[in-house]
C-alpha cells in the first residue's frame, strides 16, 4: 500500500512539473513578444501602410491581406468538410473506396504545408491561370485545413450515443432530419472548435500564401479575388530575411508577431465561448 502511495506522489509531482515547464515556456513566449512588439505596437500601426522600405508606419495591408486569407479559406472549406465528414459518418459504406478515403484524408493531414503551397502554384497559378492572387492562395489554404475540418466533423457526430439517433427514428423523422435537427446541434461545439484550430492554421502559414498569394510588398489593397496580397506571416518573414535596416524592421516583425497572436487567441476565445454555449444549451 505505501508503494502505490508513493507511486502516486512521484507521478503527480512529475505531471506538475511538466505543467509548469510547459507554462513556463507559454508565459515566456508570450512575455517576450509583449516586450518588444508592445514598443511599436499602436493605433496607426494598425491602420497606416508600411513606408520607406518597410522602416516605418504600420501594418494594415498585411493584416487585411490575412483576414481575407484565412476567412476565405474558411468559407471554402468549411462546407466541403462538414458534408464529407456527414457522409463518411452516416451514409459511407465499408468498402475498400471508404477507407481509401479515410486514409487520403489522414495523410493530408500529414503533409508539410510546402508541399500545399507548391501544388497550388503549379494547379491554381498556373494551370487554372489564376496567377499569384488572393483566389490562389484561399484554394490552397481551404485545401490545407481541409482534412482538419473532414476528421472533427466524422468523429464529432460518430461521438454521439446512438440512443438519441433511435429515439429521432422512433419519432419518426427521417435520416436528413434526424442529422439537420439531432446531430448538427449537438456536433456542433466540435465542429465550431475544428473550424477555429483550422482558421488559426491558415492564418498562421507562410509557405503555402509564399507561392500563390503573398507579396512582400505592395501600395494597394486587393480590389479583386485576382490582386496579390500582403499577409502576416509572409511579411514577418521578409522582414526578419531580407530587410536591409534590421535596426527599424526587426520592431516591426515584433510587432507583427504580437498582433498574429492577438488575433488567433482572439478567434480562439470566440470558439471556446461558441462551444461552452453549444454544450449548455444541447447537452
Do not use: C
Not at 90 to 105: I, Q, Y
Not at 173 to 183: C, D, M, P, S
Amino acid at each position: 500500500m505505501k508503494r502505490l502511495i508513493w507511486e502516486n506522489k512521484i507521478a503527480s509531482i512529475m505531471l506538475g512539473l511538466a505543467l509548469v515547464i510547459v507554462l513556463l515556456f507559454l508565459f515566456s513566449l508570450v512575455f517576450i513578444l509583449a516586450i518588444e512588439g508592445g514598443r511599436v505596437l499602436s493605433l496607426s500601426f494598425l491602420l497606416e501602410s508600411p513606408r520607406r522600405g518597410m522602416t516605418e508606419g504600420g501594418i494594415y495591408p498585411a493584416l487585411l491581406g490575412s483576414f481575407y486569407l484565412s476567412l476565405g479559406s474558411i468559407l471554402v472549406a468549411f462546407p466541403l468538410g462538414v458534408f464529407t465528414g456527414i457522409y463518411l459518418s452516416e451514409f459511407a459504406k465499408d468498402n475498400w473506396f471508404t477507407h481509401l478515403v479515410r486514409a487520403s484524408v489522414s495523410t493530408l493531414s500529414a503533409i508539410p504545408s510546402v508541399v500545399f503551397g507548391l501544388f497550388g502554384m503549379a494547379f491554381f497559378v498556373k494551370a487554372f491561370g489564376f496567377g499569384v492572387s488572393l483566389l490562389s492562395g484561399i484554394l490552397t489554404l481551404s485545401i490545407l485545413v481541409l482534412p482538419i475540418m473532414v476528421k472533427v466533423t466524422e468523429e464529432a457526430i460518430k461521438a454521439i450515443p446512438m440512443d438519441l439517433k433511435e429515439a429521432a427514428y422512433a419519432l419518426g423523422a427521417g435520416k436528413w432530419k434526424t442529422i439537420r435537427l439531432v446531430l448538427l446541434p449537438i456536433a456542433f461545439p466540435s465542429i465550431i472548435t475544428g473550424t477555429i484550430l483550422s482558421l488559426g492554421r491558415a492564418a498562421g502559414e507562410t509557405a503555402p500564401i509564399m507561392f500563390t498569394a503573398a507579396t512582400f510588398y505592395t501600395r494597394k489593397l486587393p480590389s479583386s479575388l485576382f490582386d496579390e496580397v500582403m499577409a502576416l506571416p509572409f511579411m514577418i518573414y521578409g522582414l526578419m530575411t531580407e530587410g536591409t535596416k534590421p535596426e527599424k524592421q526587426i520592431p516591426m516583425a515584433f510587432g507583427s508577431v504580437l498582433v498574429l497572436l492577438i488575433l488567433v487567441l482572439g478567434i480562439s476565445g470566440i470558439g471556446i465561448f461558441l462551444r461552452y454555449r453549444g454544450r449548455k444549451r444541447y447537452i
